[in-house]
């Protein structure tokens, strides 16, 4: 009994001698014709690699998801910067996602052009929305929206907060060198008032800390063990010739703290 009738490829009448030989086709070029779209099916239609033998049974058509997506994508080759309208090219390869900007959705050719166009937009567009949570008092202009833990005011721009004193200062007097902070001349912590601002480095920061003496030390920092009284008790009973272990001891501190409070290298406010 024959076993197939009609040819595989071609789908013509096979002649009887072809169904008693149990052949497929009709002719060698029906033949070749189907292993050449057999191989093509074995491979993937991105990038040209051999699928393997569960993913041909599975019909797939793509090696892996990334050819997938690939083979999906319908972006031109060639983009316009919405900045400095330069023509750049997008690279295609997923890999490289966060090393280039392929991002979906990229308008910028670099990093620096959306920097610089995010900050001119600051300046265009965000006055009236930065202003409108500012209650203007007769000293202190006070940020009424979201604060940190310390007290400094928070402005959402682009989807990153950023301190509301140095958008302040952005808004009126262009933008920060590299290095330098916000300072605070009315020690107002949500105050964005561009007359109580300034510019000075981290080492400004400090002195302007220490001369306004927001420096915790003393009985009022958080890890002290002593207290005044304590610090001359153990200073008139030195004198007396104590020895400083037993002093260490009884106060529960080390010998070298001790040491150091005797000789004012420590606790040098308390005479």
């Known amino acids: 009994m024959p076993y197939f009738k009609k040819c595989k490829q071609c789908n013509k009448q096979l002649t009887k001698e ?3 030989k149990k052949q497929k086709h ?11 779209r057999i191989v093509k099916l074995t491979l993937c239609q991105q990038c040209d690699k051999e699928l393997t033998r569960s993913q041909i049974m599975l019909k797939n058509k793509f090696c892996s998801r990334e050819c997938d997506s690939l083979s999906r994508r319908k972006y031109k080759n060639q983009h316009k910067c919405i900045y400095c309208k330069k023509i750049y090219e997008r690279k295609f390869n997923l890999s490289d996602r966060n090393k280039t900007n392929i991002s979906s959705g990229a308008k910028y050719c670099s990093h620096d052009c959306y920097y610089k166009h995010s900050s001119d937009e600051l300046k265009r567009l965000l006055p009236s929305r930065f202003w409108s949570k500012v209650k203007k008092t007769d000293t202190c202009w006070l940020w009424t929206s979201n604060k940190t ?3 400094y005011g928070q ?3 682009n989807g990153q907060p950023r301190a509301a004193h140095r ?21 107002n912590p949500p105050c964005v008032r561009p007359d109580h601002l300034f ?18 030390h003393g009985e009022k920092h958080y890890a002290t063990k002593l207290k005044s009284k304590d610090i001359i008790d153990i200073r008139k009973r030195n004198k007396a010739k104590e020895s400083l272990l037993m002093l260490a001891k009884e106060y529960g501190i080390s010998i070298q703290s001790a040491c150091d409070i005797t000789h004012y290298r420590t606790w040098k406010h308390i005479p």
């Open 26 to 36: 009709c002719s060698r070029k029906c033949y070749i014709e189907s292993s050449i």
């Open 167 to 187: 958008v302040s200062w952005e808004l009126t007097n262009g933008a920060i060198p590299k290095s330098l902070f916000v300072l605070h001349k009315c020690d």
């Open 18 to 20: 072809q169904q008693w």
């Open 199 to 216: 510019l000075g480095t981290h080492k400004d920061n400090m002195i302007d800390r220490n001369k306004k003496g927001r420096v915790s």
């Open 155 to 157: 402005f959402s721009h």
């Open 149 to 151: 833990i310390f007290g």
